[in-house]
């Protein structure tokens, strides 16, 4: 396999860094020890970090090729940063580089309800573009657990997706057009405004889940969907076991109509969200489906599949065609995340994704790793298309208890490939599965992937150490 050739990263001198003050303004540069820390790592991730040299927080996109340049010039590594809510050390800082935070690009510069699409900066929180475009009686359909906190650039840099993937695809089916600073400070656009576009290769979606190693996202141009004219009608079935409920899942992929959500929490998932936020939260069932249908049909859909949860086997179910209800219901899925995370000494967040056909083995595989040793393992996860997050809690924070978990989730991500599935399903590769990739991808693809990188970035100074 040819390998890209050896880049030799310099160290960051302090006069680059007053040269780079000097390029961006005393207010778009930190530097100091506690200014940088809250930039060095993803914020959920145990992935290890260094503090960088500074932080960089330029205010448009002008800034941003500045920055660029001036890294290429020197050969300083750069960092490019969402809102550091990712969970695979993405945006893992290097001691000899620099961060580039694009919190500031935070304008939705067009929202265009006639041809339904919408150009948001990269630091444009999920959830603030979800409320402008609800303005207009549009959505934005991924919809990541993250979504208050997670930025549109970061949405794009992962390839995030959401609850509601199932129906709507993840980030790279809703983006229409990229605007992107090259490693050299060129700025180019990709793709467009239109639903079809095939002039030339389809670089926005080589863009889309490149994780910050081949250019800088500073802008997104995003598809919307028009909101149905109803409520949406939602349901929960509790079972007896993980294996119940991954059948009922396969049954209902089986349906002619798609869910808009599907999603599973299991026992230590639901103890896990009435201990953060105590609420009446059932948790006498071994798993917990959580399904949705929108737009015309939804209730008939609806009872479709809790007709299926009940052939499986559930023991409990709940329905409601109103918006609180729906609310309500899926409430409990989105509190997962924050309660997993604060629920142990550590965590570690696994994204393994299986073809549905498949789910049952996984999950069946999933529980019994979780009987062993003292690292539990807690599931939450995006049902409905495969996707699902096995939440490995830590008691301390040991050597040995590190080492436990690793293994354990070797154990699971192997297991997805064994499967026919794959070891990241939307979190992405960052630093945590960057060492997985040669089991998972074969060496002319690693080979290809290589070459793209080299091709984009030729001296290595864009994410350097992620994904590949």
Known sequence: MNAVPAVHLRTTTL??????RALLGEDALLHKEDEVRPYAGDRASTVEHQLPVAVALPRDVAQVQRIARWATRHRVP??????????????????????????????????????????AEAGVVNGALGRAAAAQRLFYPPDPGSAEVSTIGGNVATNAGGLRCVKYGATADNVLGLEVVLADGRLVHTGGRTLKNVAGYDLTRLFVGSEGTLGIITAATLRLRPVPATAPSTFTAGFDSLRAAGAAVASIARLPGRPSMLELLDRAALDAVEAYRPDGVDTSSAALLIGQADGEGAQRLVAEMVRLCQEQGATSMTMSSSADGAQEMVSVRRAAGEALLSSGAATVVEDVVVPRSRLVEMLGHIERTGREGTVRIATVGHAGDGNLHPVLILPDREPETFREAHHKAERLWRKALDLGGSITGEHGVGTLRRGRLATALDPAVLDLHRSVKHAFDPLGILNPGKAF
């Not at 006069?15 to 780079?20: A, D, H, R, T």
């Open 15 to 20: 006069p680059e860094i007053s040269e780079l």
């Open 78 to 119: 750069l960092v490019p940063r969402g809102a550091g809510s990712g969970l695979a050390g993405g945006a893992s800082a290097l001691a000899r580089g620099v961060v580039l935070s694009l919190e500031r690009l935070s304008a939705i510069r067009e929202l265009n309800a006639a041809d339904q699409y919408a150009v």
